[in-house]
């Protein structure tokens, strides 16, 4: 028993262990791209980029499947880059690649191998997304809005945040929170 | 506020109704399991915490279940409980906004579920179990505070 207690302190500690933080410049990472090359952020990036954690099987990240079609086509055009990425170790790149073509995705799905950058953003549920902005800032993080219910939201954050940025105005919420699936982990401490 | 829902034996808590809940718990070690009827791993996972209950009962372990589903899927969710014969009342997260109420909980918390949150008879938060949880590791904390 104390074994595993510090077991659970450890695995505690790692979850905790974000790089990326809130005001904080994000740099350099890579993921791998649906055909399992390796790619930089810094090839994806724009003046305004968004991250978005998904997963192929919650339902919370299905119920945005549209909403992030919706918000990749509204804002692509405006030049915002989305590197929509699956960290999720329980569902492989052939799922992720299948899944993003049985939903229509207009968007590629880009895989984090170990979720090693969910470690580093700290991302722990999907749907969430992270705006970085043109100097490379963190400048908001949370859910795309408040509601997997299309009919229940009040407040479309991300919509929000990248209006914000575009405009070149501060954030009037730069975090927000929502009920989402934990992302599957590799089990480091074995 | 906690309030009974008519038709289910759902009963409902908000912000300020679920401090309240943990006071009323105060003499027991409680295991409040935050699930909701669309995330897989949380029911997966209750089965196994009902287990653990019905053994650590008896040395003042109790489980108290919270869904964090919409009201629209109360049937749902008072089916799933009833189907493992969890510990009654179940309650579901009545929130204005689920932010406020996720904060409400644990301002660390980033909404992930399923999530546990672990209190001694005192009342008092000790640990919190994010996602999907070996039982071994909850069984342990658990054993520790009784």
């Not at chain 1, 984090?112 to 490379?136: C, H, K, M, W």
């Not at chain 1, 963190?138 to 407040?155: A, C, F, M, P, T």
């Not at chain 1, 575009?166 to 975090?175: F, I, N």
């Not at chain 2, 912000?15 to 029911?43: M, P």
Request: hydrophobic share 40%; glycine share 6%.
């Amino acid at each position: 028993m104390p074994r595993l207690i510090a077991l659970a302190a450890l695995a505690a500690s790692l979850a905790f262990s974000q790089e990326f933080k809130l005001g904080s410049k994000v740099t350099d990472f890579t993921v791998r791209d649906p055909h399992g090359s390796p790619v930089k952020f810094s090839a994806l990036r724009g003046p305004v980029t968004v991250v978005v954690f998904t997963s192929t099987n919650c339902p919370v990240s299905n119920a945005y499947n549209e909403r992030m079609n919706a918000v990749y086509r509204d804002y692509s055009v405006k030049g915002v880059k989305f590197i929509f990425v699956n960290a999720n170790q329980n569902e492989s790149a052939d799922e992720v690649a299948a899944h993003a073509k049985s939903v229509g995705f207009v968007f590629p799905v880009y895989k984090d191998p170990n979720n090693a950058l969910a470690d580093r953003f700290d991302a722990q549920v999907t749907p969430e997304t992270y705006v970085i902005d043109s100097s490379g800032t963190l400048v908001y993080h949370g859910q795309i809005d408040d509601s997997r219910n299309e009919k229940r939201v009040q407040q479309q954050a991300l919509r929000m945040a990248l209006d914000a940025v575009l405009a070149g105005k501060p954030l009037t919420v730069a975090e927000t929170k929502a009920f989402g699936c934990s992302i599957k982990r590799v089990r480091r401490a074995t | 506020m906690l309030t009974f829902f008519l038709f289910f034996a759902l009963h409902t808590v908000d912000e300020s109704g679920f401090q309240k809940l943990v006071n009323s718990h105060k003499g027991k070690v409680v295991l409040y399991d935050f699930w909701a009827t669309w995330c897989t791993g949380c029911r997966e996972e209750m089965p196994k915490l009902i287990v653990l209950e019905n053994r650590l009962k008896a040395r003042g372990f109790e489980l108290v279940t919270v869904s964090a589903d919409d009201p629209e899927q109360d049937a749902e969710a008072d089916k799933v409980l009833k189907q493992f014969h969890a510990p009654e009342p179940g309650y579901r997260k009545q929130a204005v906004k689920d932010e406020r109420f996720i904060n409400a909980i644990d301002p660390q918390w980033s909404g992930a579920l399923p999530a546990l949150f672990l209190y001694d008879r005192n009342g008092r938060k000790v640990q919190s179990f994010i996602g999907e949880t070996d039982p071994r590791i909850i069984e342990a904390a658990v054993s520790k505070l009784l």
